[in-house]
């Protein structure tokens, strides 16, 4: 699907408030609930719209830490790890990336003991790096169309 300019017109607003309704959304692109409706129907059938969730902040739910760590998969580790590290409830996202390393994640722990115990996990895989995250410099920004 070719996202033309009222589209992305659309997915400005609804990256800003997914929760906004389609009749405020239609007043700030210039077009009527319905036609949003549709629109938004069209992106959502195609994949353009993938989802729709809440952000949840770690450090208000208990979580004291945020980190990235990085792992650097044993020769025969990577695949069981790609399987395994789906059933880690610290880990918020993982990426497969290249380089030295073969994935980074993005993790929250409850404290410095909780990292402790999931590093002892996770060396059985590969060697890890950690870098504990201090704070956003860019968070969660939307997506812009390809210039």
């Not at 030295?100 to 059985?124: A, T, Y």
Request: charged share 25%.
């Amino acid at each position: 699907m070719s996202i033309d300019s009222l589209n992305w017109k659309i997915l400005k607003c609804l990256q800003k408030n997914a929760r906004q309704p389609n009749t405020e959304v239609g007043r700030q692109v210039g077009i009527s609930s319905p036609a949003v409706s549709e629109r938004i129907k069209k992106m959502e059938d195609s994949g353009v719209i993938n989802g729709y969730f809440t952000i949840v902040s770690p450090f208000e739910a208990g979580y004291q830490f945020k980190a990235i760590i990085t792992l650097r998969a044993f020769m025969g580790k990577l695949k069981p790890f790609l399987e395994i590290v789906k059933t880690y409830d610290e880990v918020l996202n993982c990426y497969r990336i290249t380089g030295n390393e073969n994935i980074v994640m993005e993790v929250v722990l409850k404290n410095q003991k909780h990292l402790e115990i999931f590093i002892d996990q996770l060396i059985v895989y590969g060697e890890t790096k950690t870098q504990i995250v201090l704070s956003h410099v860019v968070k969660n920004n939307a997506l812009k169309p390809l210039k």
